[in-house]
T-cell receptor, first 113, second 110 residues
Framework: DVKVTQSSRYLVKRTGEKVFLECVQD?????MFWYRQDPGLGLRLIYF???????EKGDIPEGYSVSREKKERFSLILESASTNQTSMYLC????????????FGAGTRLSVL | GIQVEQSPPDLILQEGANSTLRCNFS?????LQWFHQNPWGQLINLFY???GTKQNGRLSATTVATERYSLLYISSSQTTDSGVYFC????????????FGKGTTLSVSS
C-alpha cells in the first residue's frame, strides 16, 4: 500500500512564527501536492510539485512556500503564520500521469493563535 | 477552471437505507476519484472511476463521462458510513491536480 506520512497530526503555533509542515511518501511518486481544507470551502490546492526542485502554484498560494529537495519529501512553509492560516492541511502524492490515483496523508490540523 | 458540484450537501439516513450521491463536472476529465473522509480527517480512496461502473461491497459507482456526472451508491447503510464524501476530478485538457467538490455530509443513525 502507498503510504503518505505527515509529520504532525496537530500543531499549535503563534502568529508570526515560521511553520514547517512535512510530508513523506514511500512509493517513489513524481507528483506531490498540498491542500488546505476549510468548512464550507472543501479542499483547495496550495502548491504542487512534479519533480525534485520543481513546483507550481495552485489556487491559493499566497502566504505559503514549498520545498522539494528530495523526491520523497515535500514541505509546506508558512513564512509568518497568521490566524487565517488556521486550517486542516492535507498532503498527497501520485505516480506520474494525471490519470493515476492520488493518495492522501492523514492531515495536519494547524491552529495559529 | 472546472466546476465540481456535489449533491445533496447533507444527507440523513436510518441504518439499512440506500442512498445515491451525485457529482456533476463542467469539463471533460480523465481522472475521477471518490473519497470518504473519516471523523479523524483521513481521506480514504473509495473508487478511481473516470468512466464505467465499479462495485466494492455495499458501495458502487458509475461515471458517465460523456454526460459529465458520476454517482456513488451506498446500499444498506451502516453508522460507520457516516462522514463526508468527496468527488474529485482532473481536467482532460489542462490541469494536474485533483479538483474537489464541496462534499456530501452523510449521517447514518441506528
Amino acid at each position: 500500500d502507498v503510504k503518505v506520512t505527515q509529520s504532525s497530526r496537530y500543531l499549535v503555533k503563534r502568529t508570526g512564527e515560521k511553520v514547517f509542515l512535512e510530508c513523506v511518501q514511500d512509493m517513489d511518486h513524481e507528483n506531490m501536492f498540498w491542500y488546505r481544507q476549510d468548512p464550507g470551502l472543501g479542499l483547495r490546492l496550495i502548491y504542487f510539485s512534479y519533480d525534485v526542485k520543481m513546483k507550481e502554484k495552485g489556487d491559493i498560494p499566497e502566504g505559503y512556500s514549498v520545498s522539494r529537495e528530495k523526491k520523497e519529501r515535500f514541505s509546506l512553509i508558512l513564512e509568518s503564520a497568521s490566524t487565517n492560516q488556521t486550517s486542516m492541511y492535507l498532503c498527497a502524492s501520485r505516480q506520474g500521469a494525471k490519470w493515476n490515483i492520488q493518495y492522501f496523508g492523514a492531515g495536519t490540523r494547524l491552529s495559529v493563535l | 477552471g472546472i466546476q465540481v458540484e456535489q449533491s445533496p450537501p447533507d444527507l440523513i439516513l436510518q441504518e439499512g437505507a440506500n442512498s445515491t450521491l451525485r457529482c456533476n463536472f463542467s469539463d471533460s476529465v480523465n481522472n475521477l476519484q471518490w473519497f470518504h473522509q473519516n471523523p479523524w480527517g483521513q481521506l480514504i480512496n473509495l473508487f478511481y472511476i473516470p468512466s464505467g461502473t465499479k462495485q466494492n461491497g455495499r458501495l458502487s459507482a458509475t461515471t458517465v463521462a460523456t454526460e459529465r456526472y458520476s454517482l456513488l451508491y451506498i446500499s444498506s447503510s451502516q453508522t460507520t458510513d457516516s462522514g463526508v464524501y468527496f468527488c474529485a476530478v482532473v481536467r482532460n485538457q489542462a490541469g494536474t491536480a485533483l479538483i474537489f467538490g464541496k462534499g456530501t455530509t452523510l449521517s447514518v443513525s441506528s
